[in-house]
């Protein structure tokens, strides 16, 4: 059984950084692509950021801001948030599937139960 755990959500200010953490057990993770997505209340779920192997992608309204990085020997991806914004706030949920994804349309198989982002002055 897949089991996706997120931490190092919370409260920041504008401007300020958070780096959120997934620990992933119960599957081959190097084999896998793991990334983020977001919901913030009222919105639409939004793609974040995937990785698998080299490659990552990014969503259109956090690249050049967020990066992530994954540690295979810890079985953990990390998502570094600088620079962050109002419009940041929200739920973050890892996800994990057997194919990189990249879009809001995209439905990992795997899903985490998600942490709280809240940017706020």
């Known amino acids: 059984q897949v089991q996706l755990v997120e931490s190092g959500g919370g409260l920041v200010q504008p401007g300020g950084s958070l780096r959120l953490s997934c620990a992933a057990s119960?599957?081959?993770?190097?084999?896998?692509?793991v990334g983020w997505y977001r919901q913030a209340p009222g919105k639409e779920r939004e793609f974040v950021a995937c990785?698998?192997?080299?490659?990552?992608r990014y969503g259109a309204s956090v690249q050049g801001r967020f990066t992530i990085s994954r540690d295979n020997a810890k079985n953990t991806v990390f998502l570094q948030m600088n620079s962050l914004k109002p419009e940041d706030t929200a739920v973050y949920y890892c996800?994990?599937?057997?194919?990189?994804?990249?879009?809001?349309?995209?439905?990992?198989?795997?899903w985490g139960q998600g942490t709280q982002v809240t940017v706020s002055s």
């Open positions: 990785i698998l192997g080299g490659g990552t």
């Open positions: 996800a994990a599937g057997s194919r990189l994804f990249g879009s809001n349309s995209d439905v990992p198989e795997n």
């Open positions: 119960g599957m081959i993770f190097s084999a896998n692509a």
